[in-house]
Every structure is written in structure tokens, then in C-alpha cells.
């Protein structure tokens, strides 16, 4: 455990840091009268994800391999918050879903019946809790190896 206790601790980090970009897009109101731009507004968050990595794989450069780490060092520390941020998705996808933005998926849903993009029906099969669920702890662990993949490159020290 002690070998990853910088990952658990930038998983953890990345879990409140997503949720306060939760309670930011919804003060912003990309959750109810801005929701049709949330699709592409959302993707901002990218940029804060990929700043989080490079200090976690920093942190572990400096504080775990003595300023020193290679590639594959870095790619599996990547993986390894990836892990921990995704087993931590449905408790930060619950909290966003029923204490930061409640309304967020009746406003969805109305949105998207209206703009064109799906049926009633549609719209309440897919914009569900249990799908955002299933979405968020499939796109952390995606998402995150692709970005330690990436990170790692810039983080590596030279031979």
C-alpha cells in the first residue's frame, strides 16, 4: 500500500477536485439554462485533468523515485490514480447526481427532447444515474491511462 499511497492520494485529490468543478459548472449554470452548451463546456475540465497528472506524476518523480523515473514508471503510477479516481466514480457521480445538481437529469432530458436529439423515451433511459454511473467509472480508468500514457512522456527524466 505504501508503494501507491501517492496515487490513493491524488485519486482522492482528483475525486473532491471533480466535484468542485461539479459545483462550478452548476453556479455557471451549464445544468439548467446554459445545459445546451454543457456538452461542450464540460470538456474544459479536460485541461484541469491533465494539470492534475502532471503534479501527481511529479510528486511521485520527486518524492517516491528521488527525482528520477522512467516512462513505464510513470505510466503505471498514472494507472494506478486512474484506478483509484474510477473505484471512486460512483461516490462522486451519487453525490454530484443527488446533493450538487439534482434537477441536472430532468433538465437534460428536456433539453435534448426539445433540441431534437433523442425521444422522451430515449432521453429517460439514457440519462440515468445508474448510466452516469456506469459512463463515469468506465471514462475515469479510459481516460486516465490514456492521459498517464501521455503525462508520462513529459514526466520522464532522461537515462
Known sequence: MKKIAIEIKWGFLFAIITLLWMMLEKELGWHDELIE???IYTNFFAFV???IYVIALL???KNYYDGR???KQGFISGIWIAVVVSALSPLTQYI???IITPEYFPNVIKASVELGLKTQEEAAKYFTLQNYIIQSTIGALLMGTITAAIVALFVKTKR
Do not use: F
Request: positive net charge; aromatic residues 6%.
Open 37 to 39: 452548451k454543457h456538452a
Open 69 to 71: 523515473m522512467s516512462w
Open 96 to 98: 454530484t447526481s443527488t
Open 49 to 51: 485533468a491533465i494539470i
Open 59 to 61: 510528486d511521485k518523480r
